[in-house]
């Protein structure tokens, strides 16, 4: 930019406002596509699949891949999304397909419950049953003292150990549970959800 061009630019703030303005829209639409494409990708909106992966879905580590010993005894909880294994396509985009693990004692979990957690890795969809919201509390339970899942928009809780059963709150049933298997730390996919994902229309 020549001189003369500089100061009519500094001389004129709307010019200069236009032309910041233009840069920035110039840099979202270098950068939004591509971000868009990542969820728009085949299988990106998938249910999760047979030996998929779970990938870290927040946090610095978000997209590494989960295992077994990345998870603690009691907590915290890990929210994850699925990935394909082959495409490596990973399926955010639904937020229908994210969940949340949370590693328990075996023997404090319901028979049915035990049968799809192995070493008691416990894996549930992270939307609760009453209006949709992301389950985003991991807190002593109002009416005991064991920590559950617990969604901060109307108060909902949900009990891991015995099938993300409704413990409280107006939430009308029970979170979709997600049967894992662990071979070598890794953790993937056993089927598909077991229940509905999400809110049920009069439910």
């Not at 927040?58 to 990935?83: F, H, M, N, Q, S």
């Not at 416990?122 to 985003?136: D, L, M, N, Q, R």
């Amino acid at each position: 930019m020549g001189e003369s061009e500089h100061s009519a630019c500094c001389a004129n703030p709307t010019r200069r406002a236009l032309l910041t303005a233009l840069a920035s829209c110039a840099c979202l639409a270098a950068i939004d596509p591509a971000a868009a494409d990542d969820d728009e990708q085949p299988g990106a909106s998938d249910r999760p699949q047979k030996a998929d992966q779970l990938v870290r879905a927040e946090g610095d580590k978000a997209g590494e891949v989960i295992k077994a010993d990345d998870l603690t005894l009691g907590g915290p909880p890990i929210r994850a999304w699925p990935k394909d294994p082959k495409s490596a396509v990973v399926r955010k985009g639904s937020r229908l397909n994210e969940v949340v693990l949370v590693k328990l004692d075996p023997n404090e979990l319901d028979d049915t419950t035990r049968a799809r957690a192995p070493d008691g890795i416990v894996c549930y969809s992270v939307i609760c049953s009453h209006a949709g919201c992301p389950i985003t509390a991991w807190v002593k339970e109002e009416q005991g003292d064991k920590n559950v899942f617990k969604c901060l928009c109307h108060n909902s809780e949900y009990d891991p150990r015995q099938n993300a059963q409704v413990v409280f709150g107006p939430a009308p049933r029970r979170l979709a549970a997600l049967p894992l298997t662990v071979a070598d730390g890794a953790i993937t996919v056993a089927a598909p959800f077991v229940g509905k994902v999400g809110v049920q229309q009069g439910g």
